[in-house]
């Protein structure tokens, strides 16, 4: 479904559908997710780096 057919079907704007509706998008989801991820693998690379720094000057 386009955008165009949306409006009629809603009878809506094409700004109202995508300022409301667009993170209900499968499409919004999985880049959403992604960036999620990213950002998770980031801290967590992070945390490994300063606890291997932490431990090493304990031992």
Not at 6 to 18: G, N, P
Not at 32 to 55: E, G, P, R, W, Y
Request: net charge negative.
């Amino acid at each position: 479904m386009t955008i165009e057919d949306a409006v009629e079907y809603f009878a809506t704007s094409a700004e109202t559908l995508l300022r409301v509706y667009k993170q209900h998008s499968p499409i919004h989801q999985k880049r959403a997710v992604s960036i999620i991820d990213q950002f998770d693998l980031d801290f967590i690379a992070d945390n490994v780096a300063a606890d291997k720094k932490d431990l090493a000057g304990i031992c």
